[in-house]
């Protein structure tokens, strides 16, 4: 017809890629075609190569051919290889390894070096399985229901395994299991360092350590430097890794033990049963332990790692002493010095800086020699600025108390002050810090003391996670609450005595001051105090001008009758009987 004839003149413009993919449209172009699945935007990695596919690969390039014309019939059979010298040499495939002499791992076959990093020796990494029993910090005398967890944790020299401390917290029995076996081994607990969430246990048994060959620590990464966490979490029961970079290198906030201390914040996945899983960098020595993550709305894939300084001062401070002694703190709090009139009025010159002394604990031996009002200008030489911070590395700057840390507790450092205008010298002996409200017992089992049925014991922060939960910080009254943040210990009061249990009150909350006019300076005190008495009365001064009076005859007896009502074993604590 008419209206199917080839009009004369030039051919309509096709329109471009660009402007089709501009139109609404939900068909895909031939161009869109071509963009997705060009070859050039896909890397294929080699793994094994198959005679038949790539005969297969061959003949369809071959199809393609503008001069080749395809055959009629079935396709030519290609020959198989007969013998095993024309067979191509297999690639290696991408992780495969072997052990190391040095304990790391090294690729088989030949591979580059920018294509793979390091695949460290995972036999090196155990699951840990333990058996809690923790205290009852409401009812001291009894201990709560049994439980069992599991966790990560790694091989070093010494025949020694490293984890965190809160996964055998309370522990009534610890084994480990080595990967790729179905034994358990019996673990012992060499130490545990609350403050920096690391526990050391070791394996009697001489089959355990057949094969394992311990990890070597490296160096504090950089960061972007590349991390691989190693672990047995949730999800499954066969070993995990998952990997990332170095995002953050700072002073942190340990959970555990309530502390601050150096620590590595990273991308890669840290969930539950990581902890104690050591994390390795491309060269296949370990960095750090896993410990703890974020876990917020707002965030995601912020995990920490306690970092080797750290770890290698709980390795050292063990063999030195025998034991774990704790990390050391300069005892004072202090406040920064950015206010250029605060510093024009504690008499600093312009070229002078530091921060300022709040309070000092007096418990402390910095108490001898230094004052509030002092400003510290330096610390084993080592300049501290006005806000706190010292250089650290090359365009990083930490808080000075990363200096502190560095030390072991009985270490002496050199303290420079600035006090009414002069400059003052001083060598102090460091030691671990002592709170009112300690933020942990160290394993130990609370104390306690029961006369009459009012029941006396220590405040600690596990206490009141016990009594309030885990929100404790907004449940807990307002008056524990603030010698928590605010109260430091005294010298005449080394620890927070509290009237637990009243059968008068039964809310009977309150700071014990006093026993018949004597001040009272920790539980053991009171309960000599309390047995040893020969009075009439048995008089208790509480905080707010509270007063509790009993018998002393009676209340003898009516304590006996309590334990026996209660099944109680005993009126005090195992420790206070010493």
């Not at 770890?311 to 401070?317: A, C, L, P, Y």
Request: charged fraction near 25%.
């Amino acid at each position: 017809m008419s209206e199917h004839k080839r009009k004369r003149g030039r051919k309509p413009k096709i329109p471009d890629a660009e402007k089709t993919l501009d139109l609404p449209s939900t068909a895909a172009s031939a161009d869109d075609d071509d963009v997705v699945f060009s070859v050039s935007n896909v890397e294929i990695i080699p793994t094994t190569t198959n005679p038949s596919i790539s005969s297969a690969a061959a003949t369809t390039t071959n199809n393609h051919h503008p001069d080749h014309r395809p055959r009629r019939g079935r396709p030519r059979k290609h020959p198989k290889h007969e013998t095993p010298e024309e067979k191509p040499p297999p690639l290696p495939r991408a992780g495969h390894c072997r052990p190391a002499e040095n304990g790391g791992a090294d690729f088989a076959g030949d591979v580059e070096p920018g294509v793979a990093r390091v695949v460290p020796a995972m036999d090196a990494v155990v699951k840990v399985f333990c058996v809690h029993t923790e205290p009852n910090f409401s009812l001291p005398w009894q201990r709560k229901r049994q439980y069992s967890s599991s966790s990560s944790g790694f091989a070093i020299g010494g025949r020694r395994v490293l984890t965190n401390a809160h996964s055998v917290e309370h522990y009534t029995q610890v084994k480990l299991k080595k990967r790729g076996s179905d034994t358990k081994y019996l673990a012992t607990v060499l130490a545990i360092g609350t403050e920096c969430d690391i526990a050391m246990l070791t394996v009697e048994d001489d089959e355990f350590w057949e094969g394992v060959l311990p990890v070597e620590f490296g160096e504090l990464p950089a960061l972007q430097d590349a991390v691989t966490v190693v672990g047995y979490p949730i999800g499954g029961d066969t070993i995990s890794v998952t990997s990332g970079v170095v995002s953050r290198i700072e002073i942190l906030s340990y959970v555990h033990g309530s502390t601050e201390l150096l620590g590595l914040q990273i991308d890669a996945a840290i969930n539950s049963g990581n902890s104690g899983g050591p994390a390795f960098n491309d060269k296949g020595k370990c960095v750090g332990i896993a410990f703890q993550s974020l876990k917020h709305e707002d965030v995601e894939n912020i995990g920490y790692v306690i970092p080797t300084p750290v770890i290698m001062h709980f390795i050292q401070d063990y063999e030195k002493n025998g034991a774990y002694t704790g990390f050391p703190l300069l005892g004072v709090e202090w406040q920064k010095m950015e206010n250029p009139d605060l510093r024009v009025a504690m008499g600093m010159k312009a070229d002078q800086k530091g921060v300022r002394i709040r309070r000092v604990d007096p418990t402390a031996p910095e108490s001898e020699v230094l004052k509030p009002s002092d400003i510290i200008l330096s610390f084993d030489g080592i300049d501290i600025a006005n806000d706190g911070t010292v250089p650290f590395r090359h365009g990083e700057r930490i808080g000075f108390s990363y200096l502190v840390s560095q030390k072991y507790t009985g270490d002496s450092a050199a303290v420079k002050v600035l006090r009414d205008s002069k400059i003052l010298n001083f060598n102090i002996t460091l030691a671990t810090h002592r709170r009112l409200i300690p933020s942990h017992n160290k394993g130990r089992p609370p104390s306690y003391y029961i006369i009459a049925g009012f029941v006396f014991s220590t405040v600690s922060v596990p206490y009141l996670r016990s009594e309030y939960g885990k929100d404790y910080e907004y449940e807990a009254p307002v008056k524990l609450l603030d010698k928590l943040l605010y109260s430091m210990p005294q010298l005449q009061m080394s620890s927070l005595l509290w009237c637990l249990r009243s059968p008068l009150c039964l809310n009977c909350f309150n700071k014990v001051l006093a026993f018949n006019g004597n001040p009272v300076k920790n539980l053991k005190s009171l309960a000599n105090m309390v047995e040893n008495c020969d009075d009439e009365f048995l008089k208790f001064d509480l905080e707010y001008d509270q007063v509790v009076v009993l018998r002393t005859k009676t209340s003898k007896a009516a304590t006996l009758d309590i334990l026996a009502t209660h099944c109680i074993p005993s009126a005090m604590s195992d420790d206070l009987k010493n």
